[in-house]
């Protein structure tokens, strides 16, 4: 790598709702890592959930996240994995980076929570090499770490007790979620309904 490569961070994950954690984690990892984009990429078929219960759908993510980042520095929303059919695999993800961003450094962020299941993702030593993990330690689970042999960096991260499920259940319940949710979001939540019906 030359000096002039840009450095892209990959943050993937449901976003249902996106909140101020993912933020603020998305923020300080890009400003420890000097990055000069970071991607929050909304799966489009996020498998490993979709197969525990009903996700809102891809589009209406998608439109959330937009206006989570919509005035943030650094920060983009990606509809990479929403634009492709089947189920999101980040190991898909990154191939298609490599070739939009041949000369780009790429790092994949993760929770220290996700770490330890990296080697269950699909094709985990494709995904070990396109891309160098950075970790972010995550309330309740820190210390996860990857599968022997994986390449990683540490990266610190303030923690921010929230959840996209706890959001989902105070909206349920017509409790406010105001200071959890960018208030763009929560425009976007209120003008399509969601999670009124239950968490």
Do not use: C
Request: charged letters at 20%; glycine letters at 12%; hydrophobic letters at 40%.
């Amino acid at each position: 790598m030359h000096g002039s490569s840009e450095r892209i961070g990959v943050l993937g994950g449901t976003f249902d709702p996106p909140h101020v954690g993912h933020l603020e984690t998305a923020d300080a990892v890009s400003r420890a890592l000097n990055l000069d984009r970071m991607l929050l990429m909304v799966a489009g078929d996020p498998w490993q959930k979709t197969a525990l219960g009903p996700v809102t759908p891809p589009a209406d993510r998608l439109a959330m996240v937009a206006a989570a980042v919509a005035e943030v520095d650094g920060l983009e929303v990606s509809e990479l994995e929403v634009a492709r059919t089947g189920p999101s695999y980040m190991v898909d993800t990154l191939e298609s980076l490599r070739l939009l961003h041949p000369d780009a450094e790429l790092f994949l962020v993760i929770g220290s929570d996700t770490a330890e299941g990296l080697g269950s993702w699909h094709e985990p030593d494709r995904v070990a090499g396109l891309a160098t993990t950075a970790i972010v330690e995550r309330g309740g689970r820190s210390g996860g770490r990857p599968p022997e042999g994986w390449p990683y960096l540490v990266v610190d991260a303030p923690q921010v007790a929230v959840s996209s499920s706890e959001i989902r259940e105070r909206i349920a319940a017509g409790e406010s979620v105001q200071g959890l949710v960018p208030d763009a979001v929560i425009e976007v939540i209120d003008s399509l309904g969601l999670y009124r019906e239950g968490p």
